[in-house]
């Protein structure tokens, strides 16, 4: 207990230095402003806004990038609940009730709820994370190759089985993932692998080309072609006081929104979309009058978004403990991390505890900076959103590509971004994900890495990954996992549980 | 009986699946293979590529088996526009310039929107190019070429 008040105080005197709040605040903020933008979800956001953190020391940077997270999060509800059309696919849920409550003239209660449950889960995941990340850590020490490789198939499975969509494809997309992750120099022969005889593919392809590719320009052009239909609930916002029944009624849907995001952000592989999915199926199912949802249900917006918040933040639990992104803004994470020069992993927390902590306690100042700046800001962000969007995207797409070019300072990246955009879109009109193809991609040189060295130990043995018993175990799970879903029964129920809310 | 494609989305992603597999898992011979022990550049990706082979073609004959709805049309002005603007700042931010770039990528993109309007476009490539210059040169530093002939 003493420690975690040591950790904690550590990391509030460097999260709230002068310096780092700042950065924290101008990450909320333009996190806000870019995820407020229709279409646009929190990996584009922070693969478009990581250019801007590339000058700045590893702390503020990495503090920096994670308030875009939860601003981008943020604003992806704020458009849920004025526009009706959801920046990212975790504020779908808060569409079906928070965009009902608008049009009834209480988009103000919606959007204050929906900020006071996030903050609520943000404080509970910052805590969370807190208590469990140095005995993770310390499990992750014992870690060998072996366990490594292991962990990331059980997240790839993982990944798999609560992805929405065909099954089949999503593990065919993280195998392209993984094979896009490799092209490069190998680390062990030196040979350029896929090269292509293009000097910039031997330094491997950028991740943040893949994702603007992917989750940017795919995305833009999927809106175009479905046109410009918006309806935006501008002229009545309404007081952003909740009324104490909105309170009284919120406050179940927060609890439990939090606790399911909770265990959903730290399992390896998920997304807070299955988080946000799964709250409202519970609190549909807990409502005396399931008809309310729907029309307008403060508790589908309280505890959707609280689910939403609670899994942002836990996610983090993994990448910083273990070194493994669960999802594919984790990936980002890892790269961005990369790029600063710090190897995600447990040793982050005993050679750069003033970073651990300084983020971990930047992640509670951030939430809470969420609070105060959305809720006066409103105003402004609405105005925003009255920019039509055939002015708006040219300009989304500007920043992509000047981000992709500041990576390397390389018109490379730009190209390959097109290319991917290209692929992307490609990809999801044939109900292929991108999600999954990301976290492949990041993990794909470390599986290799890990496959490589766990073999060369065990002198080519296989069964090492099942002899030696944390490995064995989660691989067993993975499989307990694989099966499951391939039991036609389990699959109508995972059918059930990923869509059911949605109608 | 006659086969029937009943899935569009399916036979062409198996096919997508089976092509990228492939053209990894062909393309993992001209590396050194090496062995469990001690796996050569070509061992993990000659894997992983047919494994994409098998599934991809799983799908593929999948997609003459289960119905599922046809894809959306393909939005081929959209694309084409939002990805040549993408195409074109990356030729012409070293040689153009990040002024030039921009004013070029803003009015081709804005071309694949559903309306366009030419003063609109414009107004809108001129406050992007004080922006950016503002915050990428002025406010951050980064070393970027403005002009073509800067």
Same mark, same amino acid.
């Given at each position: 207990m003493t420690e975690l008040i040591q950790h904690l105080s550590l990391g509030f005197s460097v999260a709230l230095s002068l310096q780092n709040?700042?950065?924290?605040?101008?990450?909320?903020?333009?996190?806000?402003?870019?995820?407020?933008?229709?279409?646009?979800?929190?990996?584009?956001?922070?693969?478009m806004l990581l250019p801007i953190t590339f000058n700045l020391p590893p702390t503020p940077a990495l503090i920096m990038l994670a308030g875009i997270y939860y601003g981008a999060s943020y604003g992806g509800s704020t458009t849920a609940i004025l526009v009706n059309l959801p920046g990212e696919s975790s504020s779908v849920v808060t569409c079906i009730d928070g965009y009902q409550m608008g049009r009834q003239g209480r988009a103000g209660p919606a959007l204050a709820i929906s900020a006071l449950g996030s903050f609520f889960a943000g404080c509970v995941g910052t805590i969370l994370i807190?208590?469990?990340?140095?005995? /993770?850590?310390?499990?992750?020490?014992?870690?060998?190759?072996?366990?490594?490789?292991? $962990?990331?198939?059980?997240? #790839?499975?993982?990944?798999?089985?609560?992805?929405?969509?065909? /099954?089949?494809?999503?593990?065919? $997309?993280? #195998?392209?993932g993984l094979l896009l992750g490799i092209v490069g120099t190998d680390v062990n022969s030196g040979? *350029?692998?896929?090269?292509?005889?293009?000097?910039?593919?031997?330094?491997?392809?950028?991740?943040?080309?893949?994702? $603007?590719?992917?989750?940017?320009?795919?995305?833009?052009?999927?809106?175009l072609e479905e046109g410009e239909a918006r309806e935006v609930n501008t002229s009545k916002v309404g007081s952003l006081m909740p009324t104490w029944n909105d309170l009284k009624m919120s406050f179940g849907p927060i609890l439990r929104g939090t606790a399911l995001g909770t265990i959903?952000?730290?399992?390896?592989?998920?997304?807070t979309v299955i988080a946000s999915f799964s709250s409202y199926t519970l609190e549909k199912k807990l409502s005396k009058d399931p008809s309310r949802f729907g029309r307008g249900a403060i508790e589908g917006v309280a505890g959707p978004e609280s689910a939403n918040n609670a899994a942002a933040q836990t996610s983090f639990i993994p990448l910083l403990t273990l070194g493994i992104p669960t999802g594919a803004v984790m990936a980002l994470m890892v790269g961005a991390m990369t790029i600063q020069g710090i190897a995600p992993g447990p040793q982050v927390m005993t050679q750069k505890p003033d970073l651990f902590w300084g983020m971990i306690a930047s992640m509670w100042v951030g939430n809470l900076m969420l609070v105060i700046l959305n809720l006066p800001l409103i105003g402004m962000w609405v105005q925003f959103l009255k920019i039509p969007y055939r002015v708006l995207f040219p300009g989304i797409i500007l920043?992509?590509?000047?981000?992709?070019?500041?990576?390397?300072?390389?018109? *490379?990246?730009?190209?390959?971004?097109?290319?991917?955009?290209?692929f992307g879109y490609f990809a999801s009109k044939w109900g292929c994900e991108p999600g999954p193809l990301l976290l492949g991609f990041v993990l794909g040189p470390l599986m290799e890495e890990n496959l490589r060295r766990a073999m060369l130990i065990?002198?080519?043995?296989?069964?090492?990954?099942?002899?030696?018993?944390?490995?064995?175990? $989660?691989?067993?799970?993975? /499989?307990?996992?694989? *099966?499951?879903i391939v039991l036609p029964q389990m699959r109508k129920k995972r059918a059930e549980v990923v869509y059911e809310s949605a109608d | 009986m006659a086969l029937k494609i009943r899935s569009m989305k399916d036979f062409n992603a198996g096919l997508m699946f089976m092509a990228i597999g492939a053209a990894f898992? &062909? +393309?993992?011979?001209? !590396?050194?293979?090496?062995?469990?022990?001690?796996? +050569?550049?070509? !061992?993990?990706? %000659?894997y992983l590529g047919w494994g994409a082979v098998a599934l991809g073609l799983f799908v593929f004959v999948e997609s003459f088996l289960v119905d599922d709805e046809a894809p959306t049309r393909t939005a081929w002005r959209p694309l084409i526009l939002v990805i040549g603007s993408v195409m074109l700042f990356a030729a012409l931010i070293?040689?153009?310039?990040?002024?030039?770039?921009?004013?070029?990528?803003?009015?081709?993109?804005? &071309?694949?929107?559903?309306?366009?309007? @030419?003063?609109?476009?414009?107004?809108?490539? +001129?406050?992007? %190019?004080? %922006?950016? @210059?503002?915050?990428?040169?002025?406010?951050?530093?980064?070393?970027?070429?403005?002009?073509? @002939? %800067?």
């Open positions: 709040l700042m950065y924290c605040f101008i990450g909320c903020f333009l996190g806000t402003l870019i995820g407020v933008l229709p279409g646009i979800g929190p990996v584009a956001t922070i693969a807190a208590l469990f990340g140095p005995p /993770l850590a310390e499990l992750a020490f014992e870690f060998g190759a072996a366990e490594y490789f292991s $962990m990331m198939v059980l997240g #790839l499975v993982s990944a798999v089985v609560l992805a929405h969509g065909s /099954l089949i494809k999503a593990v065919c $997309m993280i #195998l392209v040979i *350029a692998r896929y090269s292509l005889g293009i000097s910039e593919l031997s330094d491997g392809i950028g991740f943040v080309s893949v994702a $603007m590719g992917m989750f940017g320009f795919g995305e833009i052009i999927s809106n959903f952000g730290i399992l390896p592989g998920s997304h920043f992509c590509c000047i981000g992709a070019f500041s990576v390397n300072n390389s018109p *490379a990246e730009v190209y390959l971004a097109g290319l991917f955009g290209i065990s002198r080519g043995d296989a069964t090492v990954f099942f002899t030696r018993p944390i490995s064995c175990g $989660m691989l067993v799970v993975a /499989l307990f996992l694989l *099966a499951i | 898992a &062909l +393309g993992a011979n001209q !590396y050194p293979m090496g062995t469990a022990v001690r796996m +050569g550049p070509a !061992y993990f990706p %000659s070293n040689t153009g310039g990040l002024i030039t770039a921009t004013i070029v990528q803003i009015i081709v993109s804005a &071309l694949g929107g559903h309306e366009f309007k @030419w003063k609109e476009a414009i107004i809108s490539a +001129g406050l992007m %190019s004080l %922006s950016v @210059w503002l915050i990428f040169d002025k406010a951050l530093g980064l070393p970027f070429k403005l002009f073509p @002939w %800067s």
